[in-house]
């Protein structure tokens, strides 16, 4: 949402609630001014939502602190109305998140962290199992077709989606892509792929490619491992 786009929107409230006829150019400046940023010319895409209301019920302090959870930023503020010399004046008060409580989310987020990667570490990586036990081979095919991002669609027939199990374990030739005959780590090619057919060509975020690819029963190799793991 750039300023340009904003504009109209601007205009009609300020023409339907207050009363005011003004110009494009007048609209943006207001705007401008309001933000306080000289380059401002466009929103940030990332959600913000802030919450105002004189009083906050079970259900929805619950969802905003799940929302939190997520990552999702939101804040609960309560509204205070007072008379004060024949004028109101409203008081703002932060219910969530809780200043005094933000350290102690932020232990808690480094405790998780820490408990997340030391689990990873402990755990033997797919590829290996796979290759290590034989639960698929040198030159069996494989294919891109599980769990992907909406701007991906999979094509039976398009190279793209094809690559074959080299047999190797290093961390750079697992598997070679039938489109162009290189050798990659299954991540690192999901990844390119990934990346290659978004529209915007952005980069895709961290990701584990083995979950991604399929053998020829449907199952992904992350499936496939962790089968062989669960009857170890």
């Known amino acids: 949402m750039t300023v340009d786009k904003l504009t109209p929107y601007y205009l009609a409230y300020q023409k339907r609630y207050c009363s005011r006829d003004i ?4 609209a943006t400046n207001e705007m401008k001014k309001f933000v306080e940023v000289e380059a401002f010319a466009e929103l940030s895409s990332k959600p913000r939502i802030i919450l105002c209301s004189e009083g906050f019920s079970q ?3 619950t969802t905003v602190l799940w929302l939190r959870s997520s990552q999702i930023d939101i804040t609960c503020v309560q509204l205070r109305p007072y ?3 024949g004028s109101i004046i409203i008081v703002p008060r932060v219910l969530i998140p809780l200043a005094e409580a933000k350290e102690y989310l932020i232990d808690i987020k ?4 820490s408990l997340e990667e030391s689990v990873k570490a402990r755990r033997p990586r797919i590829m290996q199992v796979i290759l290590e036990n034989g639960l698929l081979k040198a030159g069996d095919p494989i294919y ?3 769990a992907l991002p909406t701007w991906v669609k ?3 027939n398009d190279a793209t989606f094809k690559a074959k ?3 190797k374990s290093g961390q750079s030739n697992a598997v070679s892509w039938e489109k162009d005959g290189e050798e990659y780590s299954i991540s690192n090619l999901t990844w390119r792929i990934f990346t290659d057919l ?3 060509k952005k980069e895709y975020g961290g990701l584990s490619g083995a979950w991604h690819w399929v053998d020829t029963t449907g199952r992904s190799l992350g499936q496939i491992a962790d089968e062989f793991l669960a009857q170890s």
């Open 154 to 156: 999979y094509s039976e």
């Open 83 to 85: 008379q004060h010399k």
């Open 144 to 146: 891109l077709k599980n």
């Open 23 to 26: 110009t494009p150019a007048d």
């Open 59 to 61: 259900e929805i302090t």
């Open 165 to 167: 199990m080299t047999g």
């Open 110 to 113: 480094t405790k998780e962290v």
């Open 198 to 200: 978004h529209p915007e």
